[in-house]
């Protein structure tokens, strides 16, 4: 079992910074596949950004190329997601989510843990 717990979310200006951090306390997450998703009332949970064990395939969805990115720190056991240029369409609840394989991992069924969530709320 893998227990994953989301930071770094908030309220922020239309074009301004936010840095999303998932911990997982107690285990390594080094060889696991992670993944950003994103999920607005009634809507689906939709991938934003997914990366390999170690960072080398990397997944973007087309709403953020170019202003999102999505890393790993070894060193603290987390997996960030840095987001610049937030838009208002941006605004919803981020979760992390681990998969129990190594390789990139781009559909929500392939995701075997997820975090509670946190909300980014992106205002005019």
């Known amino acids: 079992q893998v227990q994953l717990v989301e930071s770094g979310g908030g309220l922020v200006q239309a074009g301004g910074s936010l840095r999303l951090s998932c911990a997982a306390p107690?285990?390594?997450?080094?060889?696991?596949?992670m993944g950003w998703f994103r999920q607005i009332p009634g809507k689906e949970r939709d991938l934003v950004a997914a990366l390999n064990w170690n960072g080398g395939h990397t997944y973007y969805a087309d709403s953020v190329k170019g202003r999102f990115t999505v890393f790993r720190d070894t060193t603290k056991n987390t997996v960030s997601l840095q987001m610049n240029s937030l838009k208002l369409e941006d605004t919803a609840v981020y979760y992390c989510a681990a998969a129990n394989r190594a390789g990139l991992a781009i559909s929500r069924q392939e995701y075997d843990y997820w975090g509670q969530g946190t909300q980014v709320t992106v205002s005019s």
């Open positions: 107690g285990r390594t997450i080094s060889m696991n596949a």
